[in-house]
């Protein structure tokens, strides 16, 4: 079937630190690929999208690459901030109709600290 | 610009009793998805719709209903609530078939 395995939490870090939160799927054909954002009290956010091997999404200085390959699509962030403090979510989704449904992995809890 | 609407924001029910989510989608969107959320879990998708007509459905339980309307807004019915109902309950929206998903903030259901 088709899954997301992200990396267990919280994720425990002081401001201005490198961030990477693993994210590798399983999936039946070629899907695309999310990293959704949680705030306290908030619903979920896009953060940035891949549609296709080698692609990198990026936004607000995360990135994240789409490998085939390993079969992953791992966030990083060169210099957190506390305001970057959430829930981060690694998502697919198969083919390109908009109505497949998203698969959502875990979540791993981002706990930055000045 | 305009997002997803979800109400209400909170509510709170007694066991076995009913409850209605709304969502309203972005102006134009077409499919609407809806996703539960337990505390501390990954959400998980409930069902879709596209131009009204039911186009996917998961672990959405037989005391669920839901169903899209002629304006595109979409109500998620629960009957028979149990205490493993709460949870935080995501409506999604897309416009057919190539955009992602914008999601709501989400309605929490609280069962007591």
């Known amino acids: 079937g088709n899954s997301v395995t992200q990396m267990e939490g919280p994720v425990t870090l002081s401001e201005e630190a490198f961030l990477t939160i693993n994210c590798t799927y399983t999936?039946?054909?070629?899907?695309?690929l999310f990293w959704y954002v949680q705030y306290p009290g908030e619903g979920l956010q896009l953060l940035l999208k891949a549609t296709k091997a080698d692609d990198k999404g990026s936004n607000k200085g995360f990135e994240a690459t789409y490998r085939k390959e390993t079969t992953s699509f791992h966030l990083e962030k060169g210099s957190v901030q506390v305001s970057d403090s959430a829930v981060y979510f690694c998502a697919l989704r198969l083919g390109d109709t908009g109505f497949q449904k998203l698969v959502f992995g875990t979540g791993t809890r981002l706990l930055v600290s000045p | 610009a305009a997002g997803v609407i979800q109400s209400p924001r909170h509510l709170i029910k007694e066991k076995r009793e009913t409850a209605t989510l709304k969502c309203y989608p972005i102006?134009?969107?077409?499919?609407v998805y809806w996703y539960q959320q337990g505390p501390g879990q990954d959400p998980q998708f409930l069902i879709s719709f596209y131009e009204k007509m039911q186009s996917d459905k998961g672990s959405i339980p037989d005391r669920f209903s839901a169903q899209q309307f002629s304006d595109y807004h979409s109500e998620l019915n629960m009957s028979s609530l149990e205490l493993g109902d709460s949870a935080l309950y995501f409506c999604?929206?897309?416009?057919?078939?190539?955009?992602?998903?914008?999601f709501g903030q989400g309605t929490r259901l609280t069962v007591v």
């Open positions: 999604a929206s897309s416009l057919g078939g190539s955009t992602e998903a914008f």
């Open positions: 102006p134009r969107h077409d499919t």
């Open positions: 999936a039946t054909g070629y899907p695309s």
